[in-house]
């Protein structure tokens, strides 16, 4: 069983900065890829960012491309989305997800879910 818990998100002004984090239980966290996904009201999830369980490939939607940033610390069961230049458009729900597979962008491919953090760009 893997449990995910998610942090950092909150209230920022465009052009901010934001860094989630990702903590996760288990001893095979390290072999599991990470995923970040978003939602907004009234929206689908989408894919932000995935990382492949050693942290060699990374992956990222066109949209975060250049400001977004997804690591990984194996030895603390954490994985980390470092969000530059934020715009009023990043605003939703970040979700960290979890799979025991390489890295996709599919969200129906991740089997483990945290249960969110808000995160809101306005001035």
């Known amino acids: 069983q893997v449990q995910l818990v998610e942090s950092g998100g909150g209230l920022v002004q465009p052009g901010g900065s934001l860094r989630l984090s990702c903590a996760g239980s288990g001893r095979t966290f390290s072999s599991l890829s990470m995923g970040w996904f978003r939602q907004a009201p009234g929206m689908e999830r989408e894919f932000v960012a995935a990382?492949?369980?050693?942290?060699?490939?990374?992956y990222y939607a066109d949209s975060v491309k250049g400001r977004f940033t997804i690591s990984r610390d194996n030895a603390k069961n954490a994985v980390y989305l470092q969000m530059n230049s934020l715009k009023p458009e990043d605003t939703a729900v970040y979700y960290c997800?979890?799979?025991?597979?390489?890295?996709?962008?599919?969200?129906?491919?991740?089997?483990?879910w945290g249960q969110g953090t808000q995160v809101t760009v306005s001035s």
């Open positions: 990382i492949s369980w050693v942290g060699v490939n990374t």
């Open positions: 997800a979890a799979r025991r597979n390489r890295a996709t962008t599919a969200a129906y491919d991740y089997g483990y």
